[in-house]
C-alpha cells in the first residue's frame, strides 16, 4: 500500500493529534434485539437502488474505505456497522 502525502494544514494536524489523544469513549450500551429493524425500513425503498456495501476500516476515529478509488457520493446516507 503506497503512502500518500500529507496534505493537512498546521491546524488541522494539531487539531487530528488533539483528537487522538483523547481518552477512548466508552462503549455504547447494548442494543436491544427487539428494537432493530430490516435495513430495507432504515434506508427506504427509495434507496434500495443505489445502496452498496463498502468495506472499511476505523482509523483515530474516522472511517475510511478500503479501496482507496472507491468515492462515496456527498449528502448520501451512510449506514456503519461496527464489529468489536
Known sequence: MKLE???RTEER???DEKIAA???KPRPP???PATTK???EFLGP??????RAVIGIVEK???RPLDPNHRL???HKVLIVGQW
Do not use: F, S, Y
Open 38 to 40: 430490516p435495513i430495507e
Open 30 to 32: 447494548k442494543i436491544n
Open 61 to 63: 476515529g474516522l472511517v
Open 73 to 75: 457520493p456527498e449528502q
Open 13 to 15: 494536524r494539531r487539531l
Open 22 to 24: 483523547e481518552p477512548p
Open 46 to 51: 427509495e434507496d434500495l437502488p443505489k445502496a
Open 5 to 7: 502525502k500529507d496534505t
